[in-house]
C-alpha cells in the first residue's frame, strides 16, 4: 500500500453532494490534489492546493466542488456538490514533494446517474 488512502466514492443521483478524503502517511506533501479520469478520456486535473491552502480548479467544477486540506491530519478532501452525469469518472489523488517524489492513489468510482 501506497501513502495514499483514499475514500468516499460512490454512487449518487444527479444534484447531490460526495465527498471524498485522502490521508497521506508519513509524508509532507507541498501540494496535493484531484484527477479524473472517465472511461475513454485522459486524466485531468480537477483541485489542486498548496501546503499553504492556494487552489487550483477545473473550470467546469467551479463553484460546485471544494477542496481542502487538514494539515495535522495530513488529509486532503473534496466535497463535490452538484453533481452532474459527466462528473463520473475515477478520482484520483495524487500527491507532490520536491524531496519525496510525487505519488498516486488508487483511485476510488465516481459515478453520478441522471
Known amino acids: 500500500q501506497g501513502p495514499l488512502v483514499e475514500s468516499g466514492g460512490g454512487l449518487v443521483q444527479a444534484g447531490e453532494s460526495l465527498r471524498l478524503s485522502c490521508a497521506a502517511s508519513?509524508?509532507?506533501?507541498?501540494?496535493m490534489g484531484w484527477y479524473r479520469q472517465a472511461p475513454g478520456k485522459q486524466r485531468e486535473l480537477v483541485a489542486t492546493?498548496?501546503?499553504?491552502?492556494?487552489?487550483n480548479y477545473l473550470d467546469s467544477v467551479k463553484g460546485r466542488f471544494t477542496i481542502s486540506r487538514d494539515n495535522a491530519k495530513n488529509t486532503v478532501y473534496l466535497q463535490m456538490n452538484s453533481l452532474k452525469p459527466e462528473d463520473t469518472a475515477v478520482y484520483y489523488c495524487?500527491?507532490?514533494?520536491?524531496?519525496?517524489?510525487?505519488?498516486w492513489g488508487q483511485g476510488t468510482q465516481v459515478t453520478v446517474s441522471s
Open positions: 508519513k509524508i509532507i506533501f507541498s501540494t
Open positions: 495524487r500527491a507532490e514533494s520536491t524531496i519525496w517524489g510525487n505519488y
Open positions: 492546493i498548496t501546503f499553504g491552502g492556494m487552489t
